[in-house]
Nanobody, 123 residues
Framework: QVQLVESGGGLVQAGGSLRLSCAASGRTFSTNIMAWFRQAPGKEREFVAAISWSANSTYYTDSVTGRFTISRDNAKNSVYLQMNSLKPEDAAVYYC????????????????WGQGTQVTVSS
């Protein structure tokens, strides 16, 4: 089992920045790929970003490329999402997730999920 706990959400004005954190515990050797997803009210959950264990590979959805940066600190079993130039459409509950397989990171199944952290962007 892997437990994931997100933090760092909050209210920010459009154009502002937030940094989300996700701490993993338990069987952390399974956390090869760590990712962020988000779900806005009335919408399906969508992939935001992912990062490999070595951080050599990062993946982003088109709408956040150039504005968001995913990073990880394996010594702290943590992954981060730096979100800059936030837009109202970025508002959502952001979830941290992890899986072992490095294939299909955008569309594959993630076994472990955090409880989510709310990001609100005011216009």
């Amino acid at each position: 089992q892997v437990q994931l706990v997100e933090s760092g959400g909050g209210l920010v004005q459009a154009g502002g920045s937030l940094r989300l954190s996700c701490a993993a515990s338990g069987r952390t050797f399974s956390t090869n790929i760590m990712a962020w997803f988000r779900q806005a009210p009335g919408k399906e959950r969508e992939f935001v970003a992912a990062i490999s264990w070595s951080a050599n590979s990062t993946y982003y959805t088109d709408s956040v490329t150039g504005r968001f940066t995913i990073s990880r600190d394996n010594a702290k079993n943590s992954v981060y999402l730096q979100m800059n130039s936030l837009k109202p459409e970025d508002a959502a509950v952001y979830y941290c997730a992890t899986r072992f397989s490095g294939t299909n990171v955008r569309t594959g199944t993630y076994l472990y999920w955090g409880q989510g952290t709310q990001v609100t962007v005011s216009s």
